[in-house]
């Protein structure tokens, strides 16, 4: 029913910002609630951020709060996660998913998607 794909991902320098961008398809999309995750190599998929269909509710991880913005234009059905004072650490490919369920702090999760799209890269060097 919905489908993603991420776009935006690239190399920057520490400190930098870059911007990536969720497209989606599907005709319920606005009720879905948009996470971001991302996974380094040898590393378990790491929750990032979750929008909800509103933007009423948004909530980040500890590891991005203050330098990561999430954001959704749902007549372009479109989501974005802006990341700003990029760390090393910050590298990995980018996932962003949609979930049907009941916003709430559970969509940390993994399972708490319903969809998920490709990964676009993102490298911070030092």
């Known amino acids: 029913q919905v489908q993603l794909v991420e776009s935006g991902g690239g190399l920057v320098q520490a400190g930098g910002s870059l911007g990536l961008s969720c497209s989606a398809s599907?005709?319920?999309?606005?009720?879905?609630?948009v996470g971001w995750f991302r996974q380094a190599p040898g590393k378990e998929r790491e929750f990032v951020s979750a929008?909800?269909?509103?933007?009423?509710?948004?909530f980040y991880a500890d590891s991005v709060k203050g330098r990561f913005t999430t954001s959704r234009d749902n007549a372009k059905k479109m989501v974005y996660l802006q990341m700003n004072s990029l760390k090393p650490e910050d590298t990995g490919v980018y996932y962003c998913?949609?979930?049907?369920?009941?916003?709430?702090?559970?969509?940390?999760?993994?399972?708490?998607?319903?969809?998920w799209g490709q990964g676009t890269q993102v490298t911070v060097s030092s």
């Open positions: 998913a949609a979930s049907r369920g009941i916003f709430s702090k559970g969509l940390v999760a993994t399972t708490a998607y319903d969809y």
């Open positions: 599907g005709r319920t999309f606005s009720s879905y609630a």
């Open positions: 929008i909800s269909w509103s933007s009423g509710n948004i």
